[in-house]
Structure formats: structure tokens, C-alpha cells
């Protein structure tokens, strides 16, 4: 008799240590408070700045509508530094011509929200997705299988797809750590580890994030043009999502194809973030050569949006960065779900993208017409050796 694999009880203690550690971590960073996630550690060097003398107003350091040289202007200071908050333009030789803008205002309030609600708000969607994941695995448990092991498997995917799929993981990890790095490392890691090892982790980091971008791209595409024909909704999906997939109440498995809903959802939202991430990436790796957001924006107002399109190439920059952190939270947070879900939250699921074989009984718990279709095909196969799996722990 082929007995089903269960994980050792010392594995899901790991796992639920590993994630208490990740909450108490983010719960840390929540305790910093946005004041002090807003704060910049950058200071000017001594002497750098030019201050009043006392009882001088800040403007009254050049007087007469004078700049440093005693460069006549016919305007006053108030009008002459109000044009420069707004971003008036002059003119420079030298090949930069974003030279040319003394001050841009934007870049004030892209530092506020880079360093404040969005570092805030990163905490809360991923310490909140872990928190909601072990809140499920304590009610819940694992989800597992109503009628054993079979002992017979069917093939659920290809080495093409499997490929595909580890492809576009491993990188997305790669480039979820690294860019979590950038986001957050600042705010720890220098104290734990040395500024100048935090350094070069960052650099090399860079690097790899990248570099490993390119592998990503190609995993979603592949991935896309694999499954996309399978992933468009069909009749099984309202009824798997009124009754949530089964996964909430334990003898229930509402029919599904290959994909289930749950799955589609997932499929499209690692496509279309995706997409949205290697586009938003692209502008960041080649700064000030695409006008991304402003072809965008005036997508958008086609709708009757009234977005802005004359974005200098600064603003694109801006807008690129913080769109890119924002998708790149959001998708991290999904694919904590997408991992928990695929090892230890379903018995037997790892085996679709372990070795590409399912139990018999798993195929027809999960995805009932996607089974009986192969059943019809006669695609099951022979019962596996003796031996392949271990006495469950009940």
C-alpha cells in the first residue's frame, strides 16, 4: 500500500517559527513610526551651506535681486526664488540638459512619500499577509487529502512548464530580496551587519536585480504563452469561488478544470504585475529614455481621466520608482499566498511542480473535470514502487 508523505512535525514548528520571526521583524519596523522612517540620515558636509547672519532673513543673504557672482536680475528675490521652486528652466553647454533645472519641487515630495507612507504601508501588506497566513494555518491546518493516496499519479505538468515556472520563481525571489534590500535594508542592516558590508551587499544586489530582470521576463513569457488558454474564466469558476476553493471547510472540492479559480487569479496577477514591473523596470534601467507614465497618462484620459502628459524626464524617473516599489509589494504579498498555499499549506500539491506527477486522488479531489477528462484519455498511470512515500502522521 502506497502511504501519503506528510512533513515531519520538527518542519511545520520550523515554519511557524520562521514565520513569527518574519512578523516580529516587520512588527520592529512598524514601531519606528513614520517620523522616523521619514527622517534621511544624508547630511551636507560642514560648511556646505551658506547661513544667515543673525537677524538676517534666509532671502537677505543676496539682496537686490543679486545670485552669487553680484548677477544682476530685474526682479525681486521673493519672484526670483518663487520661479525657482517652480521649476524655471535656464541654460547649460554641458551635454546633461536636466542641468538646467536648479530646483525640482517633485523631488521633495517623492522623497516624503519614498521614505515615509510607502516604507509604512510595505510593512502592512506583507507583515499582514504573513500574519494572515499563520492565522489560517493555526485554524485550518493543512488541507489534506479526504481519501489518502491513491498510489496511481497522472502527469500534471511538463518539464517545459515546470522549467518555465522555476524560471520565473527563482528570479522573482532573487529580485524580491534584493529590492525588499533597497526598501528596508537601510533601516537595520548597517547597524547589524557594518556599513561597509551593507555596502557592497547592496552593490552586488543591484547588480544581480538587474541582471536577473532579464530571466524574469522570460519566465512570464513563457509562462503566458503556456497556460494563457487555459487561465480564461469558464462555468466551474463562480461556483469554486462561492464556496472558496474548499479550502475553508474540509470534505468540500467544488469542480475545476486544470486551473481553478484561485489559480487564474493568481496566473493573471503575476501576469499583468508582472508586466507592469518589467516595463516599470526597463524605464528605471535606462533612465530618461522612454516617457512610460506619460504615454499612460494620456492612455488613461482617453477615459475621461485628466492626468498630467508633459512629464519632464525627472517626474518619469520619480513616477517609475515609486510605481515599481508599490506593484512589486503588492506581488510579494501575493506570492506568499501562491508559495504557502503550493507547500505547506496543501498536502500534495509540491508534486505538480516537484516532479510534474499528482496522486490520482489529489487530481480528483482539486481538479475533478480536469481528471476525469484524463481518465477518459487513459493517461493515469501504474502504481508508484513501494516505498516512495512515507506512513502519514495522523
Do not use: C
Not at 239 to 263: E, R
Not at 350 to 357: H, I, K, P
Amino acid at each position: 500500500m502506497i502511504n501519503a508523505w506528510t512533513p515531519r512535525p520538527w518542519l511545520a514548528r520550523s515554519a511557524a517559527l520562521a514565520l513569527v520571526a518574519f512578523v516580529t521583524v516587520f512588527a520592529a519596523l512598524i514601531s519606528l513610526g513614520p517620523d522616523a522612517l521619514a527622517q534621511s540620515s544624508v547630511r551636507p558636509p560642514a560648511g556646505a551651506t551658506q547661513n544667515a547672519a543673525p537677524g538676517q532673513t534666509p532671502e537677505g543673504i543676496f539682496t537686490g535681486g543679486q545670485l552669487p557672482g553680484n548677477r544682476n536680475l530685474d526682479t525681486s528675490d521673493s519672484e526670483m526664488w518663487r520661479a525657482v521652486r517652480q521649476g524655471i528652466r535656464g541654460s547649460v553647454t554641458i551635454p546633461d540638459p536636466n542641468a538646467a533645472q536648479l530646483v525640482q519641487s517633485e523631488g521633495d515630495n517623492w522623497r516624503a512619500i519614498r521614505s515615509g507612507p510607502l516604507v509604512r504601508w510595505s510593512v502592512y501588506v506583507l507583515g499582514g499577509m504573513v500574519l494572515l497566513l499563520l492565522l489560517f494555518y493555526l485554524v485550518r491546518g493543512r488541507i489534506r487529502l479526504d481519501h489518502g493516496y491513491a498510489g496511481r499519479t497522472v502527469t500534471r505538468f511538463g518539464f517545459v512548464e515546470r522549467f518555465s515556472h522555476w524560471l520565473l520563481a527563482v528570479s522573482f525571489i532573487i529580485l524580491a530580496l534584493t529590492g525588499l534590500n533597497i526598501t528596508f535594508g537601510k533601516l537595520f542592516l548597517p547597524q547589524a551587519i557594518g556599513k561597509s558590508a551593507f555596502a557592497t551587499l547592496t552593490y552586488w544586489g543591484k547588480i544581480s536585480h538587474n541582471y536577473v530582470a532579464f530571466a524574469f521576463m522570460l519566465g512570464l513569457l513563457l509562462v503566458f504563452v503556456l497556460w494563457v488558454l487555459e487561465n480564461f474564466p469558464n462555468r466551474y469558476d463562480l461556483k469554486w469561488i462561492i464556496k472558496g476553493g474548499g479550502m475553508f471547510t474540509k470534505g468540500t472540492h467544488p469542480p475545476a478544470k486544470k486551473f481553478n479559480a484561485g489559480q487564474k487569479i493568481i496566473f493573471w496577477l503575476v501576469i499583468l504585475g508582472g508586466l507592469s514591473l518589467a516595463l516599470s523596470g526597463i524605464a528605471l534601467m535606462f533612465p530618461f529614455e522612454t516617457a512610460l507614465f506619460a504615454k499612460t497618462f494620456a492612455f488613461i484620459n482617453y477615459f475621461g481621466a485628466d492626468l498630467p502628459t508633459d512629464l519632464t524626464p525627472l517626474q518619469e524617473m520619480q513616477f517609475a520608482t515609486i510605481w515599481h516599489a508599490i506593484v512589486a509589494v503588492v506581488m510579494i504579498a501575493v506570492i506568499l499566498a501562491h508559495i504557502y498555499i503550493g507547500t505547506l499549506g496543501m498536502e500534495g500539491a509540491f508534486d505538480a511542480m516537484g516532479s510534474g506527477e499528482v496522486d490520482e486522488n489529489w487530481a480528483k479531489e482539486h481538479h475533478s473535470v480536469w481528471a476525469k477528462e484524463l481518465t477518459s484519455k487513459g493517461q493515469a498511470k501504474a502504481p508508484a514502487p513501494a516505498g516512495t512515500r512515507a506512513a502519514p502522521a495522523e
